[in-house]
T-cell receptor, first 114, second 111 residues
Framework: ETGVTQTPRHLVMGMTNKKSLKCEQHLGHNAMYWYKQSAKKPLELMFVYSLEERVENNSVPSRFSPECPNSSHLFLHLHTLQPEDSALYLC?????????????FGQGTRLTVV | AQRVTQPEKLLSVFKGAPVELKCNYSYSGSPELFWYVQYSRQRLQLLLRHISRESIKGFTADLNKGETSFHLKKPFAQEEDSAMYYCALIAYSGGYQKVTFGTGTKLQVIP
C-alpha cells in the first residue's frame, strides 16, 4: 500500500498492558506526526518528528512514548494507559521543505483501553 | 502561536442549498491554509489548499487576509458531501513545519 500505513487498525488493551502503534510512510517525507482524535477533542496534535528528531511534544503524558528510528517509520509505545486514552490515533507525514506541502494521513488505529 | 477556529460543530443543509463552512485563523506570519475532509470510515484527506486556488468537488475557498478567514463554499450541496471538514494552517517554526487544525465542522446534507 502506498501512502501512510498504520498498524494495527484496531487494538484493545488492558490498563496494565504494553503495546505499540506503528506508522510507515513511503512518500519520501521527512516529518511525521501523531494525532489523537476523540469525540471531545477532534484533532489533537501529540508529537512532531522532523528529520527523525522530536521537535514538539504537546504536553502528552509519559505513558505515551514516541519513537522515530528513521524517516519512514514512527512508533507510539503505550503503557499503563487509562480508559480516557481510548481514541483514534492518527499518523501523518509531510515534507518539511517548500510551501503548499500538505500532510498525508493514515487510516488510524482505533484504541480501546479496558 | 497559531490558531484555527471553526465556530460551527454541525452544519445541516438541504440538498441543493449553498454551503459555507467557516474558518478563521490567527497567525503572525504568512499563512498556508488547507481544508481537509473525512468521510465516514475513511481517512482524513486533503480537499484543497489556498495556494492552488482550485475547485475540488465543487468546493472553493478564498483566503481573506483582512478578515483572517478561509471559508469553504459550495453553491449546491450534494448528499455525498456529508462529512467532517477540518480547516488547517501550516506554520514554519524553528525550521520545521507545524500543522494546526481547527476543531472541525460536521456537514450534514439532508436529502
Amino acid at each position: 500500500e502506498t501512502g501512510v500505513t498504520q498498524t494495527p487498525r484496531h487494538l484493545v488493551m488492558g490498563m496494565t498492558n504494553k503495546k505499540s502503534l506503528k506508522c510507515e510512510q513511503h512518500l519520501g517525507h521527512n516529518a511525521m506526526y501523531w494525532y489523537k482524535q476523540s469525540a471531545k477533542k477532534p484533532l489533537e496534535l501529540m508529537f512532531v518528528y522532523s528529520l527523525e528528531e522530536r521537535v514538539e511534544n504537546n504536553s502528552v503524558p509519559s505513558r505515551f512514548s514516541p519513537e522515530c528510528p528513521n524517516s519512514s517509520h514512527l512508533f507510539l509505545h503505550l503503557h499503563t494507559l487509562q480508559p480516557e486514552d481510548s481514541a483514534l490515533y492518527l499518523c501523518a507525514s509531510s515534507r518539511q521543505e517548500g510551501s503548499g506541502t500538505e500532510a498525508f494521513f493514515g487510516q488510524g488505529t482505533r484504541l480501546t483501553v479496558v | 502561536a497559531q490558531r484555527v477556529t471553526q465556530p460551527e460543530k454541525l452544519l445541516s443543509v438541504f440538498k441543493g442549498a449553498p454551503v459555507e463552512l467557516k474558518c478563521n485563523y490567527s497567525y503572525s506570519g504568512s499563512p498556508e491554509l488547507f481544508w481537509y475532509v473525512q468521510y465516514s470510515r475513511q481517512r482524513l484527506q486533503l480537499l484543497l489548499r489556498h495556494i492552488s486556488r482550485e475547485s475540488i468537488k465543487g468546493f472553493t475557498a478564498d483566503l481573506n487576509k483582512g478578515e483572517t478567514s478561509f471559508h469553504l463554499k459550495k453553491p449546491f450541496a450534494q448528499e455525498e458531501d456529508s462529512a467532517m471538514y477540518y480547516c488547517a494552517l501550516i506554520a514554519y517554526s524553528g525550521g520545521y513545519q507545524k500543522v494546526t487544525f481547527g476543531t472541525g465542522t460536521k456537514l450534514q446534507v439532508i436529502p
